[in-house]
């Protein structure tokens, strides 16, 4: 099974992103330009989460740029393992990964956290993409997860295809 972008709904959550992502930041600005002095160590630390919370912001802005720039595929789902072409080198073998599906906001994920080292899957990549993965597991994400609703698959369609992988390897390894 490979999975393409839907690169509509791609494009309409980067402009809601960036779009929240200025009002945040202009209104903290605002809110600690207006603060009085009695309060400004409120208006620090108010500034300070605002900042955080953009920094998540922009770093789904960046995820989802580069995943919008990647030709073909973006996931490949075989009998080898799952390949997502946003954060891993190679495919990630069955036995190697444990995955689970999760609503969120009413949308279905497929959570998968490796069982070995990260270090040998996981492409190189920079301050924002390690800052979004360890903030995703603060809200009980895994390492990786596959958005279903912006793919081009019914998002059943994708479980069940982790579930026959699933059995298949169980099958294997009895």
């Known amino acids: 099974m490979q999975l393409h972008i839907k690169k509509t709904k791609m494009h309409i959550r980067i402009i809601a992103l960036i779009v929240a992502n200025i ?3 202009g209104g903290t600005i605002l809110f600690c330009y207006a603060a009085p002095e ?3 160590w409120m208006a620090m630390g108010m500034g300070a989460l605002m900042f955080l919370i953009a920094l998540m912001m922009h770093c789904t802005i960046l995820t989802d740029w ?3 720039n990647i030709k073909g595929p973006i996931i490949t789902i ?3 393992g799952v390949y997502d072409r946003r954060y891993l080198k190679r495919p990630l073998a ?10 969120s906001k009413g949308y279905p994920y497929i959570i998968y956290d490796f069982r070995t080292s990260k270090e040998e899957y996981l492409l190189h990549r920079g301050f924002f993409s390690r800052f979004m993965m360890g903030g ?10 596959i958005e279903a609703h912006f793919f081009d698959c019914d998002a059943e369609e994708l479980y069940q295809e982790f579930l026959n992988h699933k059995r298949e390897n169980t099958r294997k390894t009895r």
């Not at 995703?136 to 997860?145: Q, R, T, V």
């Open 78 to 80: 075989n009998e080898e």
């Open 94 to 103: 069955w036995g190697k990964l444990e995955w689970r599906r999760r609503y």
């Open 66 to 68: 580069r995943a919008r």
């Open 38 to 40: 009695e309060e400004f």
């Open 23 to 25: 009002l945040i930041i």
């Open 136 to 145: 995703s597991k603060l809200f009980g994400f895994g390492d990786l997860y």
